[in-house]
């Protein structure tokens, strides 16, 4: 390169340089607003390389989340209901409920979604009452979670708790009002109806029932207190129906066991009477008294209770003394020394069957004949059947009055075939 070429380099570049001064000295703001705008694009390309979700103009869709008394829309690009709560690092516990479910897809903006937490509900129904974690709010739905069937005329509702003893671990109450069941004549029609009323007159508001001049209830009285299966009469001008109440005598059942000794009984269910109600529309003159009556029906306002007795068929001739004979013969106050005549005897002549009895009435293990209709083993021992050890004393007395012992009478019986 000459010289001259050099020298007419180093111009250019003075020349350059001196267009760039006078250019930013017209534009003075082009330089931070090129960096401006350079920053921001790679800081976006960035972003959404690394999978930005919640801010930004690249998000795909925006929801609404409900969860822990919260409100929040949320961009993301989430797929899944689950997908998205995983991000923003909410859990989710088992009795939680979540709508729509974890697994519906996002597919559209201003979608809905709620996070309900569990928490400890005491349903309370008349006496009874259990305590469930659940994230239900639904009152008739928790308790058909908890098992309990409801009339839809039962009055169902969540309170807040008491400061009782179980303290902050009861988040809500449920309290069940059961309805009451009550049977209503209306113009001799009869009808069954469930109500919340404590009065007549709040029954008949509750049911819009409105009475035209003249006409008359039976009971009467308007404040007259509601009672289970009460007997409700709406009676027309001139007409009234009347009722006597009667007894339903309960059924007796008897139920056969054949693992309790024959002749015994006993009462497994106690019989409870019914009640029925005998319905008669009257019909009065003008002054009140009654002109005639007819037969409309009858009401059971109360089913009898069934008395279930159970029946022992076990045969006396079939109870075995227990195989430790000696046992019971020491019960009885023999002395071992006659153990042997005593089973000897007893063996053969009932087979240590209590309950023995021959053809000709002889009873017991000692098979003690009757005397005049009367058989001194029954006077002696009332429950001989099943009463061996009374018996063996029976025996014993008579082995000793006659023989002297169970050792001479087994003597006796050896050569005689009978004592």
């Given at each position: 390169?000459?010289?001259?070429?050099?020298?007419?380099?180093?111009?250019?570049?003075?020349?350059?340089?001196?267009?760039?001064?006078?250019?930013?000295?017209?534009?003075?703001?082009?330089?931070?607003?090129?960096?401006?705008?350079?920053?921001?694009?790679?800081?976006?390309?960035?972003?959404?390389s690394?999978?930005?979700?919640t801010?930004?103009?690249?998000?795909?869709?925006?929801?609404?989340?409900?969860?822990?008394?919260?409100?929040?829309?949320?961009?993301?690009?989430?797929?899944?209901?689950?997908?998205?709560?995983?991000?923003?690092?909410?859990?989710?516990?088992?009795?939680?409920?979540?709508?729509?479910?974890?697994?519906?897809?996002?597919v559209?903006d201003?979608?809905?979604?709620?996070?309900?937490?569990?928490?400890?509900?005491?349903?309370?129904?008349?006496?009874?009452k259990v305590?469930?974690?659940?994230?239900?709010?639904?009152p008739r739905?928790?308790?058909?979670?908890?098992?309990?069937?409801l009339n839809?005329?039962?009055?169902?509702?969540?309170?807040?708790?008491s400061?009782?003893?179980?303290?902050?671990?009861i988040a809500?109450?449920?309290?069940?009002?059961?309805?009451?069941p009550?049977?209503?004549?209306?113009?001799?029609?009869?009808?069954?109806?469930r109500?919340?009323?404590?009065?007549?007159?709040g029954?008949?508001?509750?049911?819009?029932?409105?009475?035209?001049q003249?006409e008359?209830?039976?009971?009467?009285?308007?404040?007259?207190?509601?009672?289970?299966?009460?007997?409700?009469s709406?009676?027309?001008?001139?007409?009234?129906?009347?009722?006597?109440?009667?007894?339903?005598?309960?059924?007796?059942?008897?139920?056969?066991n054949?693992?309790?000794?024959?002749?015994?009984?006993?009462?497994?269910?106690?019989?409870?009477?019914?009640?029925?109600?005998?319905?008669?529309?009257?019909?009065?003159?003008?002054?009140?008294?009654?002109?005639?009556?007819?037969?409309?029906?009858?009401?059971?306002?109360?089913?009898?209770v069934?008395?279930?007795?159970?029946?022992?068929?076990?045969?006396?001739?079939?109870?075995?003394?227990?195989?430790?004979?000696?046992?019971?013969?020491?019960?009885a106050?023999?002395?071992?020394?006659?153990?042997?005549?005593?089973d000897?005897?007893i063996?053969?002549?009932?087979?240590?069957?209590?309950?023995?009895?021959?053809?000709?009435?002889?009873?017991?293990?000692?098979?003690?004949?009757?005397?005049?209709g009367?058989?001194?083993?029954?006077?002696?021992?009332?429950?001989?059947q099943?009463?061996?050890?009374?018996?063996?004393?029976?025996?014993?007395a008579?082995?000793?009055?006659?023989?002297?012992?169970?050792?001479?009478?087994?003597q006796?019986?050896?050569?005689?075939?009978?004592?």
């Open positions: 390169m000459t010289a001259r070429q050099v020298k007419k380099g180093i111009l250019d570049d003075v020349f350059t340089e001196k267009i760039k001064e006078h250019f930013f000295s017209r534009h003075p703001f082009i330089l931070p607003v090129v960096s401006f705008v350079s920053l921001f694009i790679i800081g976006l390309v960035f972003f959404v690394f999978g930005g979700q801010v930004g103009a690249a998000d795909k869709h925006v929801v609404k989340l409900f969860y822990d008394g919260k409100n929040q829309t949320v961009p993301t690009r989430a797929k899944t209901v689950e997908e998205l709560l995983n991000r923003l690092s909410i859990v989710v516990g088992p009795k939680d409920i979540v709508e729509p479910a974890l697994e519906s897809p996002i559209e201003n979608l809905a979604i709620n996070v309900y937490r569990a928490r400890a509900v005491e349903v309370v129904d008349g006496n009874n305590i469930i974690q659940t994230a239900t709010k639904s739905l928790v308790a058909k979670e908890v098992g309990i069937n839809k005329e039962d009055n169902v509702v969540f309170v807040r708790p400061n009782d003893i179980k303290g902050p671990f809500e109450k449920l309290v069940i009002e059961r309805s009451v009550i049977q209503v004549s209306m113009y001799g029609v009869l009808g069954n109806y109500t919340l009323a404590r009065t007549i007159g029954f008949l508001e509750e049911k819009n029932i409105l009475l035209k003249g008359s209830t039976q009971p009467a009285d308007m404040e007259s207190l509601i009672s289970p299966n009460m007997l409700l709406i009676n027309l001008i001139g007409k009234q129906v009347i009722s006597f109440n009667e007894e339903i005598p309960f059924v007796i059942q008897k139920v056969n054949p693992k309790i000794q024959a002749g015994k009984e006993t009462i497994i269910q106690e019989g409870i009477k019914g009640k029925r109600a005998v319905l008669y529309e009257v019909e009065l003159n003008d002054a009140g008294a009654e002109v005639s009556r007819r037969s409309l029906q009858t009401v059971v306002l109360q089913e009898p069934t008395q279930i007795i159970e029946k022992g068929t076990l045969s006396a001739a079939t109870y075995s003394v227990s195989s430790d004979k000696a046992s019971i013969m020491a019960a106050g023999i002395d071992a020394s006659q153990f042997a005549s005593v000897y005897i063996a053969h002549e009932s087979n240590w069957r209590p309950g023995a009895v021959n053809s000709i009435g002889c009873i017991g293990l000692g098979q003690r004949c009757p005397i005049g009367n058989n001194a083993l029954v006077a002696a021992c009332p429950s001989w099943t009463d061996p050890v009374c018996q063996l004393r029976h025996f014993s008579y082995a000793n009055g006659r023989y002297g012992s169970w050792n001479a009478a087994y006796v019986w050896v050569v005689q075939r009978w004592w």
